[in-house]
């Protein structure tokens, strides 16, 4: 792996005093930066590049971390538009996702996975329940591989009132989570990572949740979870156990920095200030919410409280893109028109979210999220030739405002240029989607989704 410069571009740092070098330089050697600063790097220095990348005309800044996605849900996008949350469940997903074969879900994964690098994305947590197929995690897994991608395997589980054939028992669950912690933990020089994924209060049991509780605490591992979705769930959740959803986590005593709540968009005033006592952190999908009419999370009163906010996507069929940075944009402008007010979020506050918040929900805060010594190299080079970049002398403003996925030229993971020139490196994205196109045509055939 050759030592690379990055110099003349304009960096966004998204480090905790927001500096902004205009120009400035990166350092990467290996798969860390050591380097940061601005103007031209010292000609002492400049000699030990093996490779020098002129970003001038570009803004290089942190990769995006898309805390939640279901890459696997690329096969379904488009096909339960207008419909909300359990109906959209039980008319599309639950029938779609039962006739997923390995090879379904790895090609999906790999649509989903490219999608999210265009967008942008250097990381990102994908909460994967469809285990009808004997490997269809080690699936999504050899993707990440494949790809280049940071990935985290949120492995979804359900084992009461779901979908039968994607409902697990209990000694199932833990046995195949203790078999890919193994297996894949740690692989690809780290940029794989194994957590746990409940897929919602109404599906778990409390003796799975706490069962699933202790391993995580043994392996040092993350939990994810949907919450406070939407009305109806907490609903449910008050009628079958007397309390909301984040009391019962809470009273549970599973809530903590390495729980990740998302959505949380029905959190009550109490909920809120529980949230930001345990420590855990909130992942915010502003695009699924209104996609599905679940409604709008109390971002701002939840950062107000210090909680980390990490941005999303969610999956393709509740959102149809996996753009995270026309991700920006929309969290923006719909927290400004939720409170009234146009200082809400700022654009700076923004790409904290989407990287340093995103850090924290991917489990590495001290590695990720931020273009400083010491810190993995996972960053993006965004193009601002485009007319409507000309937008002022902000560049944070430039990227959350005007930015859209066409924009991302460069993206280097763990030290390794992946994408340039918008292109992907490592794979023939035209051969995958043909690929993808047929055996999502013969998916939707066995569901009965369309006819022969």
Request: charge should be negative; aromatic fraction near 6%.
């Amino acid at each position: 792996m050759a030592d690379t410069l990055l110099e003349n571009g304009i960096v966004v740092t998204v480090n905790a005093r927001s500096e902004v070098f205009s120009p400035g330089y990166i350092f990467i050697q290996g798969d860390r930066i050591t380097e940061v600063g601005a103007g031209q790097m010292p000609e002492i220095l400049r000699g030990r590049a093996g490779r020098v990348v002129d970003a001038a005309g570009k803004i290089i800044m942190p990769g995006l971390i898309n805390a939640h996605v279901h890459v696997f849900q690329t096969f379904v996008r488009g096909l339960a538009d207008d419909q909300p949350l359990l109906q959209w469940l039980e008319n599309i997903v639950w029938p779609v996702f039962s006739h997923m074969t390995q090879e379904d879900v790895y090609l999906a994964a790999l649509v989903g996975m490219i999608e999210n690098i265009h967008g942008g994305a250097t990381a990102l947590i994908d909460n994967h329940y469809v285990h009808i197929s004997p490997f269809s995690d080690d699936a999504v897994c050899r993707a990440a591989v494949n790809t280049g991608i940071r990935y985290q395997l949120a492995r979804g589980w359900a084992d009461t009132n779901y979908h039968a054939a994607l409902m697990e028992s209990p000694d199932r669950i833990f046995e195949e989570m203790a078999r890919l912690h193994d297996t894949w933990h740690g692989q690809a020089d780290g940029r794989l990572r194994v957590a746990f994924g409940p897929l919602i209060p109404w599906g778990c049991t409390d003796s799975s949740m706490l069962r699933m509780y202790a391993l995580a605490q043994q392996w040092g591992t993350m939990i994810q979870m949907h919450t406070a979705e939407t009305q109806a769930e907490v609903t449910m959740n008050v009628a079958a156990r007397g309390k909301r959803h984040v009391q019962w986590l809470a009273d549970l005593g599973i809530l903590g920095p390495h729980f990740m709540l998302v959505h949380a968009v029905w959190l009550d005033e109490k909920e809120i200030e529980v949230v930001a006592k345990s420590g855990a952190t909130v992942v915010h999908c502003p695009v699924s919410n209104m996609f599905l009419a679940s409604g709008i999370a109390p971002v701002v009163e939840l950062r107000r409280l210090g909680v980390p906010v990490g941005l999303a996507t969610d999956g393709q069929a509740c959102n149809n893109g996996q753009e995270m940075i026309d991700l920006l944009k929309w969290t923006a402008n719909l927290h400004k028109v939720r409170s009234n007010d146009p200082l809400a979020l700022s654009a700076e506050e923004i790409l904290r979210m989407a990287c340093m918040d995103g850090a924290r929900a991917f489990g590495e805060p001290k590695l990720l999220g931020s273009l400083e010594a010491g810190k993995k190299a996972d960053l993006i080079l965004v193009d601002a030739s485009a007319s409507r970049m000309m937008s002022g002398l902000n560049p944070s403003s430039t990227v959350v405002n005007f930015a859209t996925s066409n924009d991302v030229d460069t993206v280097i993971v763990n030290g390794e240029i992946i994408m340039e020139d918008k292109r992907l490196i490592q794979m023939d994205e035209d051969a995958v989607l043909a690929e993808a196109r047929h055996a999502r045509q013969r998916l939707l055939w066995r569901a009965g989704i369309i006819s022969a």
